[in-house]
């Protein structure tokens, strides 16, 4: 079965980096967009990038625009998220998911487009 499974949170100061990473399993990884979500406390699970299988054209929430990259390694079967500029809003539990087909981009932003999800890596950034 398709398996997904997150690393790289933990505790960074504002304006520090961290790289999360999401190994997949079970699938040919190359076929399928992959996008990252994050969930904060009493907070709706929100997008945060996806990124199709070729690796071309990202897809960014404005709140992460050009501090957050998103990129994958389909050799590697891993999609990865740099963080850079981090700040305490970023402060949530950060999911990797992906689709069980293809996926247009219009639909990457929208969690139930998704069918495939890891348990969840926890960023925090401290003021």
């Known amino acids: 079965q398709v398996q997904l499974v997150e690393s790289g949170g933990g505790l960074v100061q504002a304006g520090g980096s961290l790289r999360l990473s999401c190994a997949a399993s079970?699938?040919?990884?190359?076929?399928?967009?992959m996008g990252w979500f994050r969930q904060a406390p009493g907070k709706e699970r929100e997008f945060v990038a996806a990124?199709?299988?070729?690796?071309?054209?990202?897809s960014y929430a404005d709140s992460v625009k050009g501090r957050f990259t998103i990129s994958r390694d389909n050799a590697e079967n891993t999609v990865y998220l740099q963080m850079n500029s981090l700040k305490p809003e970023d402060t949530a539990v950060y999911y990797c998911?992906?689709?069980?087909?293809?996926?247009?981009?219009?639909?990457?932003?929208?969690?139930?487009?998704?069918?495939?999800w890891g348990q969840g890596t926890q960023v925090t950034v401290s003021s």
């Open positions: 998911a992906s689709p069980d087909g293809p996926l247009s981009i219009g639909r990457r932003t929208l969690a139930n487009s998704y069918a495939y």
């Open positions: 079970g699938r040919t990884f190359s076929r399928y967009t």
């Open positions: 990124i199709g299988s070729s690796g071309v054209v990202p």
